[in-house]
T-cell receptor, first 117, second 114 residues
Framework: AQSVAQPEDQVNVAEGNPLTVKCTYS??????LFWYVQYPNRGLQFLLK??????LVKGSYGFEAEFNKSQTSFHLKKPSALVSDSALYFC???????????????FGQGTTLQVKP | EAQVTQNPRYLITVTGKKLTVTCSQN?????MSWYRQDPGLGLRQIYY?????VTDKGDVPEGYKVSRKEKRNFPLILESPSPNQTSLYFC???WGPGLGNTIYFGEGSWLTVV
């Protein structure tokens, strides 16, 4: 069965420093990986996805993610954090179902990013 | 603006009182689904719909119903809500269930059942 793990409940970083939010996955077959962000009292916003091709994926708001097949990881990164980046971040993998394709995303538990001024 | 719209955004209700959370998308997407978000569990799929009149259960369908009479709308129905259905609910849509398709989410509906 497919699964996603976000090993850190919270990540703290100072404004201006680089940030990394970790994600590891387990899938049978090729992974289709996504990152979403949830700001307080807002919905889930799509940041970026990895389907195939270049291992470094660029997304919205200056975020990028690095796909590493050997380590089964898809870490979210940003070179210079902003206070406004403080939010809840979710990693997800598209479910590669057995006989039926449900189309669902399988989510990690989420990581709270706290950027301090 | 392309969006998924849910209503109500916030609701407190009592056990057993039927309620409906509406969802509408303006992107002409065929695929729609509902998730619930609970602390420490991430998001879990409740129901999904591949197209009009085609719906199926997700991972946690108990206590919920859905319908898809029109392409743009996908309401979530709680016939007899219970406190364990207190959660944050998200409606979502995409062009289809294809693995590379991006799923877009609404802003969420906070539901409290007392």
């Amino acid at each position: 069965a497919q699964s996603v793990a976000q090993p850190e409940d919270q990540v703290n970083v100072a404004e201006g420093n680089p940030l990394t939010v970790k994600c590891t996955y387990s899938v049978s077959g090729n992974p289709y990986l996504f990152w979403y962000v949830q700001y307080p009292n807002r919905g889930l916003q799509f940041l970026l996805k990895y389907i195939t091709g270049d291992n470094l994926v660029k997304g919205s708001y200056g975020f990028e993610a690095e796909f590493n097949k050997s380590q089964t990881s898809f870490h979210l990164k940003k070179p210079s954090a902003l206070v406004s980046d403080s939010a809840l971040y979710f990693c997800a993998v598209r479910d590669i179902g057995g006989s039926s394709n449900t189309g669902k995303l399988i989510f990690g538990q989420g990581t709270t990013l706290q950027v301090k001024p | 603006e392309a969006q998924v719209t849910q209503n109500p955004r916030y609701l407190i209700t009592v056990t057993g009182k039927k309620l409906t959370v509406t969802c509408s998308q303006n992107m002409n997407h065929e695929y729609m689904s509902w998730y619930r978000q609970d602390p420490g569990l991430g998001l879990r799929q409740i129901y999904y719909s591949m197209n009009v009149e085609v719906t199926d259960k997700g991972d946690v369908p108990e206590g919920y119903k859905v319908s898809r009479k029109e392409k743009r709308n996908f309401p979530l129905i709680l016939e007899s809500p219970s406190p364990n259905q207190t959660s944050l609910y998200f409606c979502a849509s995409s062009w289809g269930p294809g693995l590379g398709n991006t799923i877009y989410f609404g802003e969420g509906s906070w539901l409290t059942v007392v």
